[in-house]
C-alpha cells in the first residue's frame, strides 16, 4: 500500500510503498528534498521531524537520533516506513563538500 509523503514548503506529494523508507520512495519517485548520505541509519544528513502520520521506524544511529528526538519525531529518513500519509519537515545535516584550490 502507498502513502502520500509531503515535504511543508515544497509543493505537491510523493508516493511511498509501506516496504520502502521515505527516502526510498523519494528516490523512486525521483523527487527531491531530503540530502541523504549513508542510506543506512548511520550518518544523520536525513533527518526529518514527522509533523503528521504514523510510521514505523527501524534501527538508526543514537548519536545521529536521541531519546528527545525519538519524542519529537526527529528521526531519520532512511529508516521511517510509513503507515499512513506523512507530513515532514526536513532538519538534516547540510553536507560539507570540499572546495578544490583556485
Ligand atoms: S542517509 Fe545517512 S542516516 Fe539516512
Not at 503528521?52 to 534501527?59: D, N, V
Not at 563538500?97 to 583556485?102: G, K, N
Request: a positive charge; aromatic letters at 4%; charged letters at 20%.
Amino acid at each position: 500500500m502507498k502513502h502520500a509523503i509531503r515535504i511543508a514548503g515544497q509543493e505537491g506529494v510523493f508516493w511511498c510503498d509501506e516496504n520502502d523508507s521515505i527516502l526510498s520512495g523519494l528516490m523512486k519517485s525521483n523527487s527531491r528534498g531530503i540530502q541523504f548520505g549513508c542510506r543506512g541509519g548511520g550518518c544523520g544528513v536525513c533527518k526529518v521531524q514527522i509533523l503528521s502520520g504514523s510510521f514505523e521506524t527501524r534501527c538508526m544511529s543514537g548519536s545521529q537520533v536521541t531519546a528527545v528526538d525519538r519524542q519529537e519525531n526527529k528521526l531519520l529518513a532512511c529508516r521511517v516506513y510509513p503507515r499512513s500519509n506523512i507530513e515532514l519537515i526536513v532538519i538534516g545535516k547540510v553536507i560539507k563538500r570540499c572546495q578544490s584550490a583556485a
